[in-house]
């Protein structure tokens, strides 16, 4: 079975860029998730869609980030313009978006890693 | 607000012996706790995981306990090998197919 998958696994950009960080999910996951993991932290979760609806985005910096999921597949994550306190991996997750057994195991992709200057 | 508090931050043991690793969750509303063990530079992988309706769960050499009452759970390695050698995080959900609660992580180092 085929991962998460995420572009580009890495990026360095002057403060006040802009970025954008592209996740495809397991094929079939309805659910998709982006995660902000910087250095020596777990990673916090940034916007939850169901499909193509966004279900969670209260941790998102809404006056700089900006996410959507056309289409209930792929998803974008946009940085603009860039703070040095973004530095981080950006992970994208993706699950089932149903109960199997109770649970709804998150798959993680490889993310990528920003760093600002 | 929403919380895990994951201890310890490090951890080294000798290979053979047995790994602890201790987690705390603030709202009593979470059900679901999974545990994601991350090598460097490569994504969390789950490894194991278990629901409040269970008070412990193994999968070979790894065990989660979870009390429920004191708002605890902990995941257990026995016999840790050099490739157990990671950072594991400990999370929970407030709902199941909620956004997952994670922990600081502990990095643990396996030596031979």
């Known amino acids: 079975e085929a991962g998460v998958a995420q572009s580009p696994r890495y990026k360095i950009i002057e403060k006040r860029q802009s970025v954008a960080f592209w996740c495809n999910p397991i094929?079939?996951?309805?659910?998709l998730y982006w995660y902000q993991q910087i250095l020596g932290q777990g990673p916090k979760l940034l916007i939850q869609?169901?499909?193509?609806?966004?279900?969670?985005d209260s941790q998102l910096p809404k006056d700089r980030f900006s996410a959507e999921r056309l289409k209930g597949v792929d998803s974008t994550l946009k940085i603009q313009p860039a703070k040095l306190e973004d530095s981080a991996v950006y992970l994208c997750?993706?699950?089932?978006?149903?109960?199997?057994?109770?649970?709804?195991?998150?798959?993680f992709g490889p993310g990528t890693r920003l760093t600002v200057l | 607000g929403e919380n895990v508090e994951q201890h310890p931050s490090t951890l080294s043991v000798q290979e053979g012996d047995s790994a602890v690793i201790k987690c705390t969750y603030s709202?009593?509303?979470?059900?679901?706790f999974p545990w994601y063990k991350q090598e460097l530079g490569k994504r969390p992988q789950l490894i194991i995981d278990?629901?409040?309706?269970?008070g412990e769960k193994k999968d070979q050499r790894i065990a989660v306990t979870l009390n429920k009452t004191a708002k605890h759970f902990s995941l257990h390695i026995t016999e840790t090998q050099p490739e157990d050698s990671a950072v594991y995080f400990c999370?929970?959900?407030?709902?199941?197919?909620?956004?997952?609660?994670f922990g600081q992580g502990t990095t643990l180092q396996v030596k031979p």
């Open positions: 997750a993706s699950s089932l978006g149903r109960l199997a057994g109770g649970t709804d195991t998150q798959y």
């Open positions: 094929s079939g996951h309805a659910t």
């Open positions: 869609f169901q499909n193509n609806g966004v279900v969670d």
């Open positions: 709202d009593s509303a979470s059900n679901y």
């Open positions: 278990i629901r409040s309706n269970v």
């Open positions: 999370a929970a959900s407030i709902r199941i197919r909620g956004k997952l609660i």
